[in-house]
């Protein structure tokens, strides 16, 4: 069973809003409205990723520079730091084959239109597909951390129940996904959110759910561009 741990609650508005808000405001910076806008500019698709990976790691920086100064370990929040060195570096070596081995396919010009979102953000290129797999490992690690170990503990030790905390950690990494957060895909990125809390909750082992949450990322490496979006979609 995982104790509940004691945060300022300035810090816990600056991880459970600052930082939503920061993603949000990446959602209308340059390389996000060209590769999502009307004319997508699937040129952009790196810089997006390496954008989102950079955001990562500086807020996971400060969240760890706030724990450790509190004194927490990381077994505070049921992960081991050898397992997940070791955990992160399979899950690179898996991603990496991964994106060698799928054909690349066709050559996307630099201005696309009538494409879904979601083939927007689908990696076509093997670089394109190796800094995907990287930004799927930030994804997995560091919201897991925050969101999940740090973000989880920290109400609770507020204190909060079980069912608001999992529900406002959710709904704030449900913001981490910018303006896809005003769609209808609330719902299923603040459904991930609950389906994670809880396989952290009854596992008490946070590395788990960021192996589950890295996977879940990987999949996209294997989506076909097969069709454009109706006009309901765009």
């Not at 997006?48 to 927490?72: D, E, K, P, Q, R």
């Not at 990494?173 to 459904?191: D, E, N, P, Q, V």
């Given at each position: 069973m995982l104790s509940a741990i004691q945060i300022p609650i300035w810090k816990m508005l600056i991880a459970m809003m600052g930082f939503p808000c920061v993603y949000i405001l990446n959602g209308f910076s340059p390389w996000t409205t060209k590769l999502f806008?009307?004319?997508?500019?699937?040129?952009?698709?790196?810089?997006?990723?390496?954008?989102?990976?950079?955001?990562?790691?500086?807020?996971?920086?400060?969240?760890?520079?706030?724990?450790?100064?509190?004194?927490?370990?990381?077994?505070?929040?049921?992960?081991?730091?050898?397992?997940?060195?070791?955990?992160?570096m399979l899950?690179?070596?898996?991603?990496?084959?991964?994106?060698?081995?799928?054909?690349?396919?066709?050559?996307?010009?630099?201005?696309?239109?009538?494409?879904?979102?979601?083939?927007?953000?689908?990696?076509?290129?093997?670089?394109?597909?190796?800094?995907?797999?990287?930004?799927?490992?930030?994804?997995?690690?560091c919201e897991e951390f925050i969101y999940r170990g740090f973000g989880l503990l920290a109400l609770r030790g507020i204190p909060l129940n079980v069912v608001l905390a999992v529900s406002l950690t959710s709904?704030?990494?449900?913001?981490?996904?910018?303006?896809?957060?005003?769609?209808?895909?609330?719902?299923?990125?603040?459904?991930?959110?609950?389906?994670?809390?809880?396989?952290y909750i009854f596992s008490c082992n946070l590395l788990l759910v960021m192996v589950v949450h890295t996977l879940f990322d990987l999949i996209l490496l294997f989506r076909p561009i097969t069709r454009a979006p109706t006009m309901r979609e765009i």
């Open positions: 806008g009307p004319r997508a500019d699937v040129s952009q698709r790196i810089p997006f990723y390496a954008s989102i990976i950079v955001l990562h790691l500086i807020t996971v920086s400060v969240i760890v520079c706030w724990v450790n100064a509190l004194g927490y370990t990381a077994a505070a929040f049921g992960v081991d730091l050898a397992q997940a060195l070791i955990g992160g899950l690179l070596l898996v991603g990496g084959i991964l994106a060698f081995m799928q054909p690349t396919q066709r050559k996307s010009a630099a201005i696309e239109t009538g494409r879904s979102s979601l083939d927007l953000l689908s990696p076509t290129t093997r670089l394109e597909r190796l800094v995907y797999v990287l930004l799927s490992l930030s994804a997995g690690f709904v704030a990494f449900t913001f981490l996904h910018s303006r896809a957060a005003f769609s209808f895909k609330f719902i299923f990125w603040f459904g991930s959110g609950i389906v994670f809390s809880g396989i």
